[in-house]
């Protein structure tokens, strides 16, 4: 009888301690989703006047968890970076990163984030193919998902997800969001062709 109790009562302590570690984990783990911001002009700040020279354009767009989406045109060409103001996010390597055919990004920016804290930001990107003009002769474009990692370190491209040659583009960048973005050293480390490689990645990795 005593060793019977003794069994029950180890028994009832194990299933206590396992409860208590259930109870915490879940109140320790953070679920990983992505909330959506706008980058259009309507609903960003433009920052001085649009050059007459080049038609150039500086703007900056509320993002989230405190942070800002610089916006920068120039020559058809455009950068995307993130901080917390203008001065931040214009020296972040993001913001020294160009592709060196016309392209531009579209308006809509998913922040994939830890419980309230995003990690990365995903943007898809249309990236002008000269070698493929429509019927008024102008570049077609190719349309590329770019994965962008977030402080704490720097903002800079982690991954690149062609969105043509890639059904599943939209899960691929997230996943690369996931397993790359928070471990990524800019200017280190090699940004990451994910899943099949197609032309929008071929012409934004041109040099």
Not at 96 to 108: G, L, Q
Not at 126 to 134: L, T, V
Request: glycine share 8%.
């Amino acid at each position: 009888m005593h060793q019977s109790l003794m069994m029950t009562r180890i028994t009832t302590t194990c299933l206590a301690v396992l409860l208590m570690c259930t109870v915490l984990g879940g109140a320790n783990a953070q679920s990983v989703g992505s909330t959506y911001t706008s980058t259009a002009p309507k609903d960003c700040r433009q920052l001085g006047k649009p050059s007459e020279l080049d038609g150039s354009t500086t703007r900056m767009c509320p993002g989230k968890d405190g942070l800002m989406v610089l916006i920068a045109e120039d020559d058809l060409r455009e950068i995307v970076s993130v901080g917390r103001n203008r001065k931040e996010a214009a020296e972040e390597p993001a913001a020294k990163t160009w592709f060196a055919p016309f392209n531009s990004s579209e308006t809509t920016v998913e922040w994939h984030a830890a419980g309230q804290k995003p990690f990365a930001i995903i943007q898809r990107w249309h990236i002008a193919d000269g070698s493929d003009p429509d019927k008024q002769g102008r570049p077609n474009t190719k349309a590329m998902l770019v994965v962008t990692r977030l402080p704490p370190g720097p903002v800079c491209h982690v991954a690149y997800v062609d969105a043509i040659a890639n059904p599943n583009a939209n899960e691929l960048a997230r996943k690369a969001a996931d397993d790359f973005a928070r471990g990524f050293t800019c200017g280190k480390d090699e940004v990451k062709v994910i899943g099949t490689r197609g032309r929008a990645v071929e012409l934004a990795t041109m040099r």
